[in-house]
């Protein structure tokens, strides 16, 4: 069984630029969820997706959007960079489809925003 | 809204003392709990959950956790620590399975030999 993984690991970025990462589920799963883990902090819920349409979103603005795939993959874009966009961004996915499905993280894409 | 408190941002222990990490929440709903470890530069591992089935939540590692409603409380413990538990540790509440869920803003834990 594969499990959740992201790509790229670490990417840095400039002020004003645009950023997209990448997310594959873990096999068997259906759901999609995006945290922000600024330094120091504990994650924050940025978005969920199931069956392609966002279902869900935290306290971010829309220059964060995201996309979810067929194949349930999803991608986390994120326009107009700025300083505190700098994270760790998490995904995590899960079954949607039961009372209590447990969220399974990834490795994490490390985003540092020059 | 949900959410939790975690005490302590920092704890320290000795290897084969007690772990106790504190972890309170509030939810206008019976919550889901859950406990996540995270090793340096690595993601999110499950370490266990409270599903409403029973108090007392065994998980991997070691690790458990004990619900108890009248407190609010779902604190972590381990009855002997171990050099590899040295990591940072995150309570987290949703209010339904596969929802959202809301961390606490962690506790480091270190291990003394």
């Known amino acids: 069984e594969t499990g959740v993984t992201q790509s790229p690991t670490h990417l840095i970025k400039t002020r004003g630029q645009q950023v997209t990462l990448r997310c594959s589920s873990q096999?068997?799963?259906?759901?999609v969820s995006w945290y922000q883990q600024a330094l120091g902090q504990g994650p924050q819920f940025i978005f969920q997706?199931?069956?392609?349409?966002?279902?869900g979103r935290g306290n971010f603005p829309p220059r964060f959007s995201g996309l979810q795939f067929p194949n349930y993959s999803s991608e986390l874009n994120v326009n107009a960079l700025e300083l505190d966009d700098s994270a760790l961004y998490l995904c995590a996915s899960s079954f949607q489809g039961a009372i209590l499905e447990t969220q399974y993280f990834g490795p994490g894409t490390r985003l540092l925003v020059l | 809204a949900q959410s939790v408190t975690q005490l302590g941002s920092h704890v320290s222990v000795s290897e084969g003392a007690l772990v106790l990490l504190r972890c309170n929440y509030s939810s206008s709903v019976p919550p889901y709990l859950f406990w996540y470890v995270q090793y340096p530069n690595q993601g999110l591992q499950l370490l266990l959950k409270?599903?409403?089935?029973?108090?007392l939540v065994k998980g991997i590692n070691g690790f458990e956790a004990e619900f108890k409603k009248s407190e609010t409380s779902f604190h972590l413990t381990k009855p002997s620590a171990h050099m590899s538990d040295a990591a940072e540790y995150f309570c987290?509440?949703?209010?339904?399975?596969?929802?959202?869920?809301?961390f606490g803003t962690g506790t480091r834990l270190t291990i003394i030999p």
């Open positions: 987290a509440v949703s209010l339904f399975g596969n929802e959202k869920l809301t």
């Open positions: 409270y599903t409403s089935a029973a108090t």
């Open positions: 096999s068997g799963h259906n759901t």
């Open positions: 997706y199931y069956r392609e349409e966002e279902n």
